[in-house]
């Protein structure tokens, strides 16, 4: 029997409240400090390591929050999940992305069908449909070859076209039409050749308003240039909502939330087209590999449940209410925008599993940017701003490319790197100077995420990672991560707004907008 408890209610958490404070500046400073760097270390999935040798804990800090994870029964309720038992409470549902990766527990059978056998059918079926796109088996209507895919959908995600590019692995432009402002779909059309290209609609209930008024753009485009929409389009939907009008249909149901589709056929279809199904394989084994360190109950062999646990310990001890995702790689530019998504639509909730309202800070506000564009901008608000906000380094040794210059003595893959180390000291650390304006107090926690390179398989881990330390820190909580009520109430108001039934403020706004 799991037992579902406010984080206050927890006497590991008021133990944890009452351990000594870590002063950053001195335990990171010297020898010390190297000893730490290399010590307060733990190996991920596909040459990943997390190192949190620069976040505000020490061997007492961890003690507590081993404790804390014992006496919040993170393990096991996370094998609930895996297990197939209904943990989104608030939309009655299980929550089964990790099976569209592997099978970490029992055989999970729900709608009468057995789910980790209906994810592997529907990888199946895109694999076999994307090799023959890519052979010429599938073509427009021409008889000629797709040389583009473009998901209309709500959001969207890709990898590396360079990775892809250097091992040979690129088979189409991808494109993504996800906001309904007309300028995304018309700057994504402008850009492409619509009668080579191929659209995937992704729409669960297919009753989506965003996703089908970008399909209708989209279908009116094809027509407009004397094409059949019906022969250059694809579905991404729930079985129920199957339709004639597509070259063909691939299936989700409503065990994976949106932010954690990446892995599902939802991503599937996508990056099997650009990048071939192998890669796609590839990307889902480093995403198996990283949730099998997460059934760890050490933490220290557990780098999503301890990352969780400190963040925890950042939010409702220390007291910052941010998180900075800063990875040190082009092809991530677009990753800490996927981890706001992740991270505050899952737990950005003010009452409980019960709906019960809790007494204390859950979910952080995510942000953050590549380096090192965002050393020149909010950086200096990081180090000498009045607000302490917690760190997030990604940083791999090498480039995806590896054409690299030398230029006065490095390479500029070695720069970027000098740059994240140069940084997680800074930010520790400080300096002190005579002038006041020329003074880091330091102080400044970060974790960092490092690797050799960023491929699939590491990819695939890293998004494991950050999915299960959000899962594990919305069971700290006791909140409801799985579900998006916050999402819905604009969403009615829309639908009001364009039914011409408002009044008050919403009436007045509509029509400062033209509506």
């Not at 000893?35 to 949190?52: D, H, Q, S």
């Not at 990898?159 to 892809?164: D, F, H, Q, R, S």
């Not at 939010?315 to 706001?340: D, I, K, M, W």
Request: contains cysteine.
């Amino acid at each position: 029997m799991i037992n579902w408890n406010n984080l206050d209610t927890l006497e590991a958490f008021k133990e944890l409240k009452e351990t000594p404070l870590v002063d950053l500046n001195k335990v990171m400073s010297g020898e010390a400090g190297a000893e730490r760097v290399k010590t307060y270390n733990i190996p991920m999935a596909e040459g990943l390591n997390y190192n949190f040798a620069a976040k505000k804990v020490d061997d007492t800090t961890l003690k507590a929050l081993e404790k804390l994870a014992t006496e919040a029964e993170l393990s096991n309720k996370f094998a609930a999940l895996y297990n197939g038992e209904v943990v989104n409470t608030g939309e009655n549902r299980l929550v089964l992305h990790h099976m569209t990766r592997g099978q970490l527990g029992e055989a999970v059978n729900a709608d009468g069908v057995d789910k980790r056998t209906f994810y592997t059918t529907q990888q199946k079926r895109i694999a076999e449909f994307a090799d023959k796109v890519h052979n010429g088996a599938i073509t427009n209507g021409a008889g000629e070859k797709f040389t583009t895919v473009v998901q209309i959908g709500i959001g969207g995600s890709d990898l590396g076209e360079n990775w892809a590019k250097k091992n040979n692995s690129f088979k189409m432009e991808a494109h993504f039409i996800s906001n309904v402002d007309p300028d995304d779909a018309s700057a994504v059309l402008a850009s492409i050749d619509v009668a080579h290209s191929l659209f995937i609609l992704v729409s669960k209930s297919g009753t989506t308003l965003e996703t089908l008024t970008n399909e209708s753009f989209v279908k009116n485009a094809l027509k407009e240039a004397g094409l059949d929409p019906a022969k250059h389009m694809i579905a991404e939907t729930s079985p129920l909502a199957k339709s004639d009008d597509y070259l063909d249909a691939f299936y989700m149901d409503d065990y994976i939330g949106g932010r954690f589709s990446s892995t599902s056929s939802v991503g599937g279809a996508v990056l099997s087209l650009a990048f071939g199904p192998n890669v796609f394989a590839d990307f889902l084994e480093g995403a198996s590999a990283e949730d099998k360190l997460a059934l760890n109950k050490d933490i220290l062999k557990n780098p999503a449940m301890l990352d969780a646990l400190i963040g925890v310990y950042e939010r409702n001890v220390l007291g910052y209410e941010c998180t900075a995702v800063l990875p040190y790689s082009q092809a991530l530019s677009r990753f800490p925008a996927h981890l706001q998504q992740l991270d505050m639509e899952s737990n950005g909730k003010s009452v409980n599993r019960f709906n019960e309202p809790v007494n204390y800070p859950t979910g952080p506000v995510i942000f953050g940017e590549p380096g090192t564009n965002g050393q020149h901008s909010f950086y200096q608000l990081l180090h000498q701003g009045t607000n302490i906000v917690p760190l997030q380094f990604i940083g791999f040794k090498n480039s995806q490319l590896e054409n690299d210059v030398t230029i006065q003595d490095s390479t500029s893959q070695q720069k970027l790197c000098a740059n994240v180390a140069a940084q997680i000291v800074a930010f520790a650390c400080g300096k002190d100077d005579e002038n006041p304006n020329k003074t880091f107090k330091g102080g400044r926690p970060s974790s960092i995420i490092t690797g050799d390179k960023l491929t699939p398989k590491s990819l695939g881990a890293l998004l494991s990672h950050f999915e299960n330390k959000v899962m594990f820190q919305g069971f700290l909580w006791n909140i409801n991560s799985f579900d998006q009520e916050g999402v819905q109430l604009g969403k009615v108001l829309a639908k009001r707004v364009l039914a011409h039934d408002t009044d008050g403020a919403l009436q007045v706004y509509s029509e400062m907008l033209g509506i």
